[in-house]
């Protein structure tokens, strides 16, 4: 029996591989359109025995053809083929590898060992056996995701009547939405993607929601975003290369990045070697932060050197007053501190900031306005001035000093 590999066997790999095998069935059974073309040999082999074969010769590139053409919504990259082929060989040992040459082949030919030449027991096979297979921590990780993001020990999230009516409720379409963001949050991008397709087959959603979930699956399915959010993962730093709408060719030399929303958009958020035309105070000028929806088209390419643990950052001092002293809302991942202060009989808030942007920073500023007084560093205190003398100059109002 061949040796099985460690790698992650939950419910999105196991459906990758469910996915290529009933693109193949289906193709054997004549029920594909517009297949034919593919160059595709696909034969029964002991057709009346209990343990029929089906032997394939093909490529990795009619595969992914043939897997948008079976499910368009849910087709396969040849990273994800050659992974749903090699699982379906070292993980449920259906699979006997005919070619010579193994390693980094284009063409393959394979012998799959079935339950059935009918493709519906097959895929119920193929799913009662792969979940068999499965380790228990495996089964828990899943049991414990299904309880999230479906049941409350308190109180029911969805309502079975909407679901009878196969109508989604406000509190479930949430629900996915929390989960949507938390999967992208660890980084777990399978998942999350899983949840946005599903999200977007329901007529519930809003216009804005379905905006919002379009744009998040054409920017994850990206090639050059897929690469973008491996190396996040591994750590490994990279180069990105992407051309501006204005014809502008821009080449940055990532040491560490993530992926964060700003104000409901998806910004990339990175450390670059390079500095020319970073605007911001000279302490922060190694970062930059690029919006992941007007990138286009990018190439990402991985470098030698080391991840950096962080952007670079500055503590900025703030003072808050009026309805602030007890309306602020402490930020936990980037306040230092948050005192109460009495000066000159007023009570005052003084907050300590971890800054990685005055861009952003100076947007939250001017929502607290007058209400939230910049007092160091000097530099981000003058920079704030010169926004706000810009400001009046615009509205014509003059300033006495």
Known sequence: MSKKRKDSHGPVIRDRAKHLLGAILNFKDYTLDGCESLILDCRWKEQGSASPKLVIRTTLRVLEELSCKYKYEEK???????????????FLDILEDN????????????????????????????TQEWNRRRTPKSKQKSEVTDELNINSPNQPLFDNSDTKKNVWSDERIEILQKALRLFTDMGQLQEALSIANLLLERRELSIPLRT??????????????????????????FQLSYQEPTGNLCKFTVHHAKVVLHE??????????????????????????????????????????KWLPDLN?????????????????????????????????????????????????????????????????????????QKLIALCHSYNLTRSD
């Open 76 to 90: 396969l990259t040849k990273v994800q083929i050659r992974e749903a082929l090699n699982n379906m060989k070292n």
């Open 99 to 126: 070619r010579e040459h193994e390693r980094g082949s284009e063409k393959w030919h394979f012998t799959l060992k079935l339950w059935s030449t009918n493709k519906e027991i097959n895929l119920e096979k193929f």
């Open 313 to 385: 950052s500055i503590t900025v001092e703030m003072h808050l007053f009026g309805r602030l002293v007890h309306g602020y809302k402490s930020k936990k991942n980037n306040d230092i501190s948050n005192q109460l202060l009495n000066v000159n009989g007023q009570q005052v808030r003084k907050v300590l900031r971890e800054v990685s942007s005055t861009f952003w920073f100076f947007r939250e500023v001017i929502r607290y306005a007058p209400d939230c007084v910049i007092v160091a560093p000097d530099s981000v205190r003058e920079r704030f001035k």
């Open 264 to 305: 409901e958009q998806q910004y990339l958020d990175c450390w670059c070697e390079e500095t020319e035309g970073n605007q911001d105070v000279e302490q922060l000028r190694h970062n930059w932060i690029f919006r992941l929806d007007r990138i286009l088209e990018a190439k990402v390419s991985p470098i030698d050197g």
């Open 212 to 237: 919002e979930i379009e744009d998040f699956l054409r920017t994850h399915q990206e090639p050059w975003r897929r690469d973008i959010d491996d190396y996040i993962h591994r750590q490994q730093p």
